[in-house]
C-alpha cells in the first residue's frame, strides 16, 4: 500500500479571503482531497467504507501556516500516512509552491460506526494500511485488497 500521494490545486478564487490569500479553512479541504485521492490509489473508496458503516472521523488537527497562499497559486499537497492502529490513522501534510514549503499539517482521524462510537477498521483495510508500518520495522508487507464488499 502506498503510504503518501500528491495533489496538485490551483487556488481559486473564491478560496482567497479579503486579503487576497487562501483561506485558512480552505487547507483542510485540500488535505481531505489528498487523503481521498491516497485511498483510491490504494483501491479503496471511501464510499464504500461508508456504505460498510466505517467511517473516519477527525480526532485531532494541527497546521502551521508558513507564509501565504494567493488566489491562482499552483500548490502541491503531499500526505504521508505516519501511524496507523485498528482504530486510527496519523497523517502529515506539507503543502508547496514552486518548491517552497508554505504549510505544515498533521491529523489524526478515529474509526467509528453508524452509532458514533469507536470501531476497528475492516480486516481487509487493516491488512493493507497496517501492511506498510509493519514493513517499516521489518515484517513483510501484506498484498494489498481491492475496495471492501
Known amino acids: 500500500m502506498a503510504d503518501s500521494w500528491s495533489v496538485e ?52 488537527a494541527s497546521c502551521t501556516y508558513l507564509k501565504p497562499i494567493r488566489y491562482d497559486d499552483l500548490v502541491t499537497v503531499t500526505v504521508l500516512v505516519e501511524r496507523v492502529t485498528r482504530t486510527r490513522v496519523d497523517h502529515s501534510y506539507v503543502v508547496m509552491r514552486d518548491g517552497v514549503r508554505m504549510c505544515e499539517a498533521s491529523s489524526t482521524l478515529a474509526c467509528i460506526g453508524r452509532d458514533g462510537r469507536p470501531q476497528l477498521m475492516p480486516d481487509s483495510l487493516w491488512r493493507c494500511a497496517g501492511s506498510e508500518h509493519r514493513a517499516r520495522r521489518g515484517a513483510k508487507p501484506a498484498t494489498c485488497a481491492t475496495s471492501p464488499k
Not at 485521492?37 to 464504500?48: A, S
Open 9 to 60: 490545486f490551483r487556488v481559486r478564487y473564491a478560496e482567497t479571503d479579503a486579503m487576497g490569500f487562501l483561506h485558512h479553512a480552505k487547507y483542510w479541504e485540500y488535505f481531505e482531497d489528498a487523503r481521498t485521492e491516497l485511498l483510491k490509489q490504494n483501491g479503496v473508496r471511501y464510499r464504500d467504507l461508508e456504505a460498510q458503516g466505517v467511517f473516519f472521523v477527525v480526532y485531532k
